[in-house]
């Protein structure tokens, strides 16, 4: 019983206890021990206090039906980069260890008024930047890395510990992380979720991610949110027969690992067998440029996010942050414009290609979660995800596949800027038939 | 002696304190007795509690010489929308009375670090939002609005109750102010002060504003801040003799007043005579559409921003917020897109206009500071600063004029995005010349 709870939806938890049928406290214990179970291998979080959880599971059993929210009881992971009223938020690292702000992000404000639970605070390498990953492991294979920086998220999703988590993705930190934990996860369109009381990197690019097992529960989270697309889509089931799939190499394919290629092929004819229309899309050159202008984006703006701690505590950050803190690269002014202009030019431009398509696709990773290495642990390669994030296009992993060595491997589904609605419905659709990839999660 | 020391600007009094000839007490004691003498007629602060300025005062008080930074002991007004640790933040909203999330927003732990004071929180219109002004009056006639929504700021800072203040603008909430109370403020480039620590209404827009009673202590701040110019102006002194200052009517030109008209004249005379040459420069017809397209990206970004707060406590939220959060006024998504995408288009054409002249100049203000009529208070019109703030540029507010009221009227002076220093300097030649506008800031 304990251990199908921790299998449910958020959609299916949420029926449960708004019905009665299942108290919050006893969901709440069953995915309790599974944390404790799994957390000595996975590593997921960086926080975890059952009083604080069972405390809140209680006080939602106490209240009476009509006023159950449409997330009741829902345990919802949440990064260490968001603020917490009722937990620290340590952001990994030394300076804010123990650190506890009272106050509630913006998003978790949203997510109680719903009725959410508030489940512990997931790992992340220190201020969702750095290439050094904190201790979580890939819960499908601990030799591996979770990915990052919303490492603790999609480890704790992946390995059914909680149904829901918040990342961020400032260059592929959602996305990268749901590919190799094998779940789905959103990034929205840049600012359609606030962020307001998260530790910021680039304002430019910083996006608050929602993780989820299925589709379904992304539609509860996009409904909550207001992630409403101007002409909302048939409520009908999108017909993969007639649809047309336009799939985007980009400038960075070289680092596409054998894996990635090959599921490239068989993504494309799945789909045909399908009955949907693929084609290859080349991006105008112009597009190559998006690698160095999102790092001189990500540069400058550190610059300025990260003055206040490199003024007060330097000796205590690391170097990947006093990097962007000293301008150790001597970006200009003039090349940080340029970045942001020339970006913004090509925004309309990104939309009104993927707007000719059902949707675009693209590959989430380069490939398989790597090894993990002492002492940098690395994360993973964002080569893939940098360039729609700062396009701010909404953007989903779809897993489906699986790698050599067993492991997920997920392709991204992306639409033009808020389309959230229109992207959920062809996922459904496009996430039937990369079933046949051969990924399938499963609680270990 | 105690009168004496309210009138020092920031860098007399770090001057003073660093060297140990004043003590951050004895300088804060003076300063207390200032603000509990003036409060009851200005209302500028919605926190001032001495006993934490004063443990503050000790403790800067006790660090060796060599530890002590530019700004030691210099006192520092912080608008209630920027997170204090140790002071409550209220936003000005029911739901945030006494809250006190422990937290220094990234701007705050900048000045700390450098050894400011800080002071107590300033008065804000609610979440920095609202047309409904705090109970904040005009230092030099009570009888008026003191602007919004940095209120008590530029108040605190006009009346020598501090040196320095903090404040954010979005639409024209540093500048406005500013003008209203006779002093200088820079809105800088957007993003090139962190944000982080601040409610959000408009990420696009929304940017950390500084007040001062003199360019040299915008000076420092800017040091402080790393807000660098890729080729930083010659040290000398700018000769207006040479110098070219484009006068911006801008499509609101009809909202401007009698007296900002006259103004008008004067500054282009007051130049002519020192021997720089002025000319009108005409934006191009696109630019009139700023004032819509800034409207639908606060709109839009306000439904986001404003989403947590209207979930939890919509019975607590003044309606203006609610309009945000409820998308009242129905913009689209596709509004908002194209509102923002053909604004960034423009960032580069502006910066290209403006680098054609030494500044560019436009009113502050559409006339002196309107009367304060209950209940709502109205703190002033921000047509004319609107435009400035969504395109990214920095302006700087340089007093000097008065109105028919004996009131205050300022100017602002623009420059190309990242172009503060270049903008400080100018400023300085220009408040010498606009200081025969018969404005004199004097402590009442």
């Known amino acids: 019983m304990s251990q199908d709870l921790c299998k449910l939806s958020a959609v299916e938890v949420a029926k449960l206890t708004r019905s009665g049928q299942l108290k919050v406290e006893d969901y709440a214990k069953a995915l309790i021990a599974r944390v404790e179970g799994r957390d000595p291998v996975v590593h997921a979080w960086a926080y975890f206090n059952p009083e604080v959880i069972l405390k809140s599971a209680r006080a939602l059993d106490a209240l009476p039906k009509e006023k159950r929210g449409p997330l009741h009881g829902v345990a919802v992971g949440v990064k260490d980069v968001i603020y917490t009223k009722d937990m620290p938020t340590q952001q990994y ?45 890939n819960p499908h294979d601990p030799s591996r890395t979770a990915g990052g920086s919303s490492s603790g998220s999609g480890a704790a999703v992946g390995d059914f510990q909680v149904p829901l988590a918040l ?154 942050v006093i990097k962007h803190a000293v301008n150790e690269g001597k970006t200009t002014r003039k090349e940080h414009l340029e970045s942001l202009d020339e970006i913004a030019k090509l925004r309309p431009v990104v939309d009104s290609i993927a707007s000719k398509y059902t949707a675009l696709i693209t590959p989430s990773v380069t490939g398989e979660p790597p090894i993990l290495e002492e002492p940098l642990r690395f994360t993973g390669d964002a080569s893939f995800n940098l360039m729609w994030t700062v396009l701010h296009l909404p953007v989903i992993n779809i897993p489906g596949f699986k790698g050599p060595n067993g492991l997920p491997i997920g392709l991204s589904l992306i639409a033009p800027r808020y389309h959230e609605q229109d992207l959920l419905r062809t996922s459904h659709a496009v996430a039937e038939t990369f079933a046949k990839g051969g990924w399938k999660l499963q609680q270990g």
Not at 260 to 271: C, H, Q
């Open 93 to 137: 690292s030394p300076i804010y260890k123990d650190d506890h702000p009272q106050l509630d992000a913006a998003v978790v404000l949203s997510l109680r008024s719903m009725g959410a639970l508030i489940f512990g605070k997931t790992h992340t390498t220190e201020f969702a930047t750095c290439q050094k990953g904190p201790p979580t492991c």
């Open 167 to 320: 990342g961020t993705q400032t260059g592929g930190s959602t996305i990268r992380p749901a590919s190799y934990n094998g779940v789905y996860a959103l990034k929205p369109t840049w600012n359609a979720i606030s962020r307001e009381g998260l530790k910021v990197y680039s304002l430019t690019c910083d996006t608050v991610g929602l993780y989820s097992r299925s589709i379904e529960d992304l539609e509860l989270l996009c409904e909550i949110f207001n992630l409403v697309d101007d002409n909302p889509p048939p409520s009908t089931p999108l017909s993969l027969a007639g649809a047309k799939f336009g799939f985007v190499k980009t400038h960075v394919w070289s680092k596409a690992e054998p894996s990635v290629i090959d599921i490239w092929g068989k993504a494309k004819e799945f789909l045909t067998e399908a009955g949907a229309e693929v084609e290859e899309v080349e991006l105008p050159k112009v597009f190559d440029n998006m690698t160095t202008w999102h790092r001189n984006i990500l540069h400058m703006e550190g610059y300025s996010s990260f003055h206040g701690d490199y003024l007060s505590s330097p000796e205590q950050l690391d170097p990947w």
